[in-house]
């Protein structure tokens, strides 16, 4: 018989698939690392067990002890699932902006949710940020996570996505194209193909609304970049430990509208249906096309499932009172023609 013991041991080996259509303008092969796969429908599976096995491993979590963090989703699932299995409680802190889908998901596996506010600064006392670090020195007999700066984050990339990778491209793999947030999937991935073939080129995809690009180009922290965006996942107002901006070749910016446009392109092109920063990286790898040959092996990190956005850019009314419907703008276009 085989059969995976628990849920945990399907986490991981997601398939890679070729893209068709979405990017057809680009000379490259171009595949999709598709994270759906996994079992909470996203590529923080893997983060979220590694972290919990570290902190097991060293005795900062504690057998019926409870894991705190503050997480936009898709890491609180993943925690979840590997809580339930190993006897952990889960407390999350969200941020308002996040789809209401994910927070029901969240309480769905069993965590208590808790929202916050997502415009204040973040060393407000109501931030997620603070909020999640005073409930961690708070709470007793419990963990605080700390995604952004703990280690564990990128290692599993490292240890994980980037052989993967190295091993579905048959060592092919040109160029990666990654949406960047806590930074973990970039630089754990980017560190081991980079140690494989140092000549392939790594491209973090960022949002408007947020720092790493300017960082990147300039070294400075520019607070005029920080302002509020729709984007989920990606970009940050903050400098994450798991961000190495060494192994990053370039940065480039997608927009909330574009973000949103690519994803439900993905959907109806692809047949692969996935959230929003799916459309960024899509959107961002084509403004990067001029880099890419017909010789050349693209890979781009899908990292989470599109029904964690019906509510948002899969439902037309969201979409249209944020003026991101194409079909507006050729109606638009054709008035003004007429
Ligand atoms: N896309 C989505 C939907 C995510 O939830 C995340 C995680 N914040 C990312 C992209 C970015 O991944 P990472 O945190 O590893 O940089």
Known sequence: MKYAKNILETIGNTPLVQLNSVTKEVDALVLAKVETFNPGNSIKDRMALKMIEDAEADGRLQPGGTIIEG??????????????????KCIFVI??????????ILRAVGAEVIVCPTNVEPEDPRSYYSVSKRLGAETPNSWYVNQYDNPSNALTHYEQTG???????????THLVVGVGTGGTISGTAKYLKEQNPNIKIWGIDTYGSVFKKYHETGIFDENEVYP??????????LPKNVDFSLIDGFTKVTDKDAAVYTRKIAKEEGIFVGNSAGSAIKG????????????????VFHDHGSRYVGKMFNDDWMRDRGFLE???KTAAGLIKN
């Open 71 to 88: 997480t936009s989703g898709n890491t609180g699932m993943g925690l979840a699932l590997a809580a339930i299995v190993k006897g952990y």
């Open 95 to 104: 941020s308002d902006k996040q789809s209401k889908e994910k927070m029901d």
């Open 163 to 173: 052989p993967e990778i190295w091993e579905q491209t048959d060592g092919k793999i």
């Open 229 to 238: 965006y729709i984007t989920e996942g990606i970009g940050e107002d903050i």
């Open 285 to 300: 790898l084509l403004q990067l096309k001029e880099n890419f040959t017909k010789e050349d092996v693209v890979v781009v």
């Open 327 to 329: 079909e507006d703008i």
